[in-house]
């Protein structure tokens, strides 16, 4: 009796749990990137943070979404890709600003210190992804530029998947493929951190928020059922920021000592 009594009270909790937990999928995965984003906006310096991160979610998230179209799965996770693309255009839409904006300045600096009536200052070369230039690559000058590379991986993968979508090993590739890219996502920054033998400029509420947040997916993914892919993805996303946090206090008690005459303002640029 009492049972039953309190039924009506359990069926709503559980709904309500359950659309915090979509919720959080869906909008957990770019929370992390607030922090980062705002610390580049209030430096105006981009250099700790890596934009490959962004290129390695992009590619995961677009692949994610084909796969949904070979084999469904929850809608939070749909949602959560497209919320996720969105999120690293922005991040790349400022990055790129920064960064041109601070060549600029260098440029303009190095030409007052030359004094020179001769010469006229000339804006950094620009960089752009039909140069096929692999030394540059998704280090371009205008954001057009990565917007038009994202678009056209995304006609490629779409084109190809349409015609082997009715492959069931096709799919499953493709799903393992989406989610061990997206595994990958923290080595770009574990790789930047390792070349520079610092985090300096690496928002440290970010990667925990990583952490937090892949903790939190993968036991989201085990628990409701998720395609395997999907798990083992999660799994070596928490491996790689742990990693990460690893470096932090590494870092932090071991700084390397600089050598001031190899010192140059090319020397900070993140990967």
């Not at 493929?177 to 920054?189: F, I, K, R, S």
């Not at 937090?212 to 395997?228: C, E, I, Q, V, W």
């Amino acid at each position: 009796m009492e049972a039953e009594g309190l039924g009506w009270l359990l069926v709503p909790l559980h709904q309500l749990v359950s659309w915090g937990a979509s919720g959080a999928i869906v909008f957990g995965g770019v929370v992390p990137y607030i922090p980062q984003y705002r610390d580049i906006r209030r430096t105006q310096n981009a250099d700790g943070f890596s934009t490959h991160v962004c290129l390695v979610l992009l590619v995961a998230n677009i692949l994610r979404i084909l796969f949904w179209f070979g084999r469904h799965f929850e809608s939070p996770l749909l949602w959560q890709s497209i919320i996720m693309i969105l999120t690293m255009l922005l991040m790349l839409k400022l990055c790129t600003e920064v960064r041109v904006a601070n060549e600029l300045n260098i440029k303009r600096r190095s030409f007052a210190a030359a004094d020179s009536k001769d010469e006229e200052l000339k804006a950094p070369p620009k960089r752009s992804c039909l140069d096929f230039d692999l030394h540059h690559f998704w280090h371009w000058s205008s954001f057009t530029d990565y917007v038009q590379c994202v678009l056209a991986f995304t006609g490629v993968a779409g084109y190809i998947t349409y015609l082997s979508i009715d492959s069931a090993v096709f799919v499953e590739m493709l799903g393992f493929l989406a989610v061990l890219t997206e595994a990958m996502l923290g080595v770009p920054q574990l790789y930047r951190n390792y070349h520079h033998r610092s985090t300096e400029g690496m928002s440290l509420k970010m990667v925990l928020m990583w952490t937090s947040g892949d903790t939190f997916k993968t036991a989201y993914f085990l628990l409701n059922g998720a395609p395997l892919q999907f798990s083992v993805c999660g799994l070596l996303q928490v491996l790689v920021d742990l990693a990460i946090l690893g470096q932090a206090y590494v870092f932090a008690h071991h700084p390397q000592k600089l050598v001031p005459h190899t010192a140059h303002p090319a020397s900070a640029k993140a990967l």
